[in-house]
């Protein structure tokens, strides 16, 4: 996904905290460990919650060359 931005550009990513998922859904969420792996790798990586007990958004940056 690095490669594809433009420089300075972001990765924005939507999703749901899994344990804010009832059981049946938790597998499109993300857990705990898979966030620490998504926010891995970049040069800058913060989350905000959307709403109270929602939707998160991960925005995603790489170092500019």
């Known amino acids: 996904m690095r490669g ?5 550009g972001a990765w924005v990513v939507t ?3 899994a344990q804010r998922l009832p059981e049946e859904l ?3 969420g ?3 460990a898979e966030a620490g792996s998504l926010l891995g790798g970049w040069s800058r990586g913060h989350w905000y ?4 007990d ?3 958004v991960f ?3 790489a170092q500019d060359d």
């Open 15 to 17: 999703t749901s905290p």
């Open 54 to 56: 929602g939707l998160r």
């Open 49 to 52: 919650d959307l709403e109270p």
């Open 26 to 28: 938790r597998c499109i």
């Open 4 to 8: 594809l931005l433009a420089p300075g």
């Open 30 to 32: 993300l857990t705990a």
């Open 59 to 61: 925005v995603l940056r």
